[in-house]
C-alpha cells in the first residue's frame, strides 16, 4: 500500500476559462482568464498559454487589471482572499486575506486602493443571499495582510459578475436582480431602485440578465430573457427615469459591454452571434454570426482595438473590431456534452472526446490546449431550444490509429432513432481522418458498444445495439476494387440485449455481455466458446487482463460486484463487493484501475487480476461520480518511481471529474520535478529582456562565472605555448606575400604535433643552431624580442588543449619565408 501524501492526485487541465469574463490587458498583447484555482494569461496574437498564476486554494471567481499599475491584476476566489500579481513576470506580490466567500471582483480608477466584492450576507452565510460591499485595501509591506475594512453598499444583489456594473468613471454602480435595478451613487451615498413588471400585454419576460453601464455617458444597457435590451436614462430621478427598446435576440440576452470609448456596444446570446450595436443609432447593426456556441461573455480590450466571446463549450473567441475572427482559445469541452469514453489517439497521443457540437476534440495533454476538432456530422448546427440534431455518441481507434469509428444518433418526431456508423481512415498526405464507409441504421435502435480488436494483423470492428445482436465488420474491398468495411458476422444469444462487449488483448477472444450472462466466442470461426453467469444484476463493464494476467476477465455488475474470472478453468476467481463506475486498464502492464462512488465522492482501487489485494487504494479522489477515465502511455518510463508507484511508472491516469476538470496522479519525485522545471530565472536589470535571455537569466551567468575560473585556475598552472608565436606570425603576416597554402600546411600541421625529442636532445639541437647561425641570429635578435613580448592568444580550445613548442630551426625557417620576396609573382598577372 503507498503511503499517503506519495502520491498525489492534482489537476492536469482542462478547467473551465468560460467560467468569467475574460480581461485584456492595457496594449491588448494578452488575455486573461480564470481556469480553475488559477488565472491564465493567453497571448491574443498566437494564443498561446505564456503564464499560469498559481496561489489560489479554491475556484477564482474574478479577475481585474489593477487600475494603478497596468502591468498588474487582482483576482478573486471561494477560498477568501484578493490576490496581486505582476502578471507579466508570474510573481505574486500581495495576499490579501478578507474571510468571505469571494463570488465576484470590481475596481474603479476613481477609487484606488479599494476592491468591491459580492459576498454571501453575513446574517444568512449557508442562504443564497449576497451583498456587494467595497474593501479598503491596506498599504503595509507584508506579502499577506488581513483586510477587514469592509463596508457595505448593496444587499441582495445577484452574485453573477455580468448582473453589476460601474458607470461613468465610477461615479456609481448599477446591479440587476429579478425585476429590479439598483443604483448607487458614491457621491450622493445613495440608491435609487428601478422595478418593471414580470411581462407586458405582449406576454414578455422582463427579467434582468446583464447589466453594462456607457463608460462617458450616463446611460445604462440591460439584457432580458425575453432577449430585449433596455438603455435606461435619467435614472437619477425617482419618478422620471426613462428606457427605450431594442429587440434582435430571440431569446436570453446573455451578456452586454460597452466599448471603450463608447461608440458601440456588444451583446451576445444562445444564437451564437455577436452583435455590434451602434450607440444613438441602435437601428444600425453589423453581426458576426456562426461563432460555433452559445455566447456567455462578451468584452472589449481598452484600446478598442480587439473584442472576445466566452462560449458554452469552454471556448474564447478573439475578434477584431472590424468584426474578424483572429484566434480561438478552445479548452476541454463541459457540461452534458461528453458522450464518448475518453481516448488516446495512438499516432498523436492525444486526448480524443467529443469537441463542439459534432466534433470530436483532439487535445494535447501536454500543452492543455486543442490540438484540432475533426467534423464527424458534416452538418452546420442550427442553435434553437427543442431542436434535435445529430450528437457524436461513441467512438473507437484501432490500436494502430489508421482507422476511427463514430456513432452519432438524432430522435426524431416519431421518437424514432436515426443512428449512422461512420468508419474513418487516416490520410498520410492530409494528416488527418477521411470518411472511408457509412452504414445507417446498422442496429434496429441505439447501439450500445463500439470496440476495435486489438490484434495487429486483424482490422475487425464488433458494434452491439439494443436490438439483442453484436455485428463483426472486416475491412475488405467493393466491386469496385475500393477499401470498405463489410458487416462479417451477426451474433446473439437468447433474444437477450447486449450491455457490454470487448476484445482480448491479443484478440483471439471476444466477450460479449447478454444481461447478466458474460458469453465468450472466437472471432475467427465466431464459436461461442462458453459462457459466464453470476449472482442477479446486469453486466456493466468488461475487461480483459493483460501481459502475465490475459487469463482474467473482469466484470461489474449492477448489484455493486466486482468478478474476475479465469479464462482457463472458467470458475470465478473472485469477487468482491465495489460499487465500480469506472474500470480501465492499463495498456503497458497488468495493472488495473477501478473508480467506485460511496459516501458522496469517488474511491480509487488499482490491482492486478492474478489477485484481489490492490496495489493502491486511494480514498476521495475528488468529490461526485468520476465520469471517464483513460490511462495514457508516457513516453519514456519513470525510472525515478518508488516500489510503491510502479504501477504510474508507464502510463499515467487521467480522469474527469463530476465538474470536468481533468485530473491525473504524480509521485511526490515527479511534483518536485514539475515544480522545479516550472521556476522562472530571474534576470538581471542590465540583460536585454529577448527570448534567449529569458530563457538562459542569470543560469548562463553563473555557468560564464565557473567556467571563467576554470580558465584562471588552468592559465595559472600551465604557460602559453610557444607554438602560439609561430601562430601568430603566420596570421600577422600580409597575405599577399605568403607563399601558397600547401606549402604552409605542412608546417602549420607539424607545429601542432607532439614533439618526440626531450628537453635534452632540444637543447643540443638548438645550441648547435645557435653555433653555425650566430649572425643571422644577432641580426634577428631585435625581431626574436618583440615576439616574446606578443598578447597571447587567449582560445578556449588551445586553453584546453596544449599545444606543442616548435623548434628553433622550425621557428627561423618561418621566419625565412616572411623575409622572401614575392612580389615578382604579382607580375605573372600581366602575361
Known sequence: MVEPGEIRVVRSGGSKINFRKPVFTLDSKFLLCSSGDSVKVYSSATEECVRILHGHSDLVTGIALNPSNHLQVYSCSVDGTVKLWDFTDGILIKTFVIGYKLLALYVSPDHEGTVFLIIPMESNKESEAFQLVSVQLPKVSDQEVEARDVSILLSNVNPAPKATSFGRGGTYIASVKGLHMSVYFFKKQKTYRLALKATDKKGAKNMFTCVTCHPKEDCIATGHEDGKIRLWRNF??????????????????KDLSFTPAGTNMLSGGIESVLVQWRYGEETRKDFLPRLGAAIEYVCASPDGVLYCTSHSDNKITIIQSNLKVIGVIQGLVKGDNIKTNLMIDPRSKALVLNGKPGHLLFYSLQ??????????????????????QFEVVKAAFDAQGSWLATVEERKNKLSEWEVILKMWGYDEQTQSFVLNTTVTSPHEGQITVLCFCNANETSMLVTAGKDGQFKAWLLGENSDQETCWTCDFVGSYHNLSVTNSCFSADGSLLAVSFQEIVTIWNPDSWDLLCTFCQPPGKIRKLCFGRLSCSKYLLGTTTNNLLCCWNLLTCKLEWSADLNVICLEADPLSENIAAFSFASGSSDLFVFKPSEPRPLYVHKAVCLGQVQRAVFAPREAAEDNCSESSQW???????????????????????????????????????????????????????????????????????????????????????????????????????????????????????????????EEDDDSEKEMDSLDNLQEFKTEYLLEEQAPELSRSEEKELKKLRKTDYSWLSKLRDY
Not at 236 to 253: A, D, F, G, L, R
Open 367 to 388: 500543452h492543455d490546449k486543442q490540438l484540432y476538432n475533426l467534423d464527424i456530422v458534416q452538418q452546420e448546427y442550427i442553435h434553437e431550444s427543442g431542436l434535435q
Open 648 to 774: 504510474l511508472n508507464r502510463s499515467r491516469l487521467y480522469f474527469l471529474s463530476e465538474h470536468m476538470d481533468l485530473m491525473t496522479f504524480v509521485t511526490k519525485s515527479e511534483e518536485d520535478w514539475i515544480v522545479a522545471s516550472n521556476k522562472q530565472l530571474s534576470i538581471d536589470e542590465s540583460t536585454p529582456v529577448t527570448p534567449f535571455s529569458l530563457l538562459l537569466g542569470r543560469h548562463r551567468q553563473q555557468h560564464q562565472t565557473d567556467l571563467d575560473k576554470q580558465k584562471d585556475q588552468l592559465a595559472a598552472r600551465v604557460q602559453n605555448p610557444q607554438g602560439t608565436v609561430a601562430v601568430k606570425e603566420l596570421l600577422q603576416t600580409p597575405a599577399y606575400v605568403l607563399p601558397s597554402a600547401s606549402f604552409l600546411c605542412t608546417m602549420f600541421v607539424n607545429s601542432l604535433l607532439i614533439c618526440k625529442h626531450g628537453n635534452g636532445e632540444v637543447s643540443e639541437e638548438i645550441d648547435e643552431d645557435m653555433d653555425s647561425d650566430k
Open 236 to 253: 437619477n430621478q425617482k419618478k422620471e427615469y426613462t428606457y427605450s427598446t431594442q429587440h434582435w435576440h430571440h431569446n436570453i440576452v
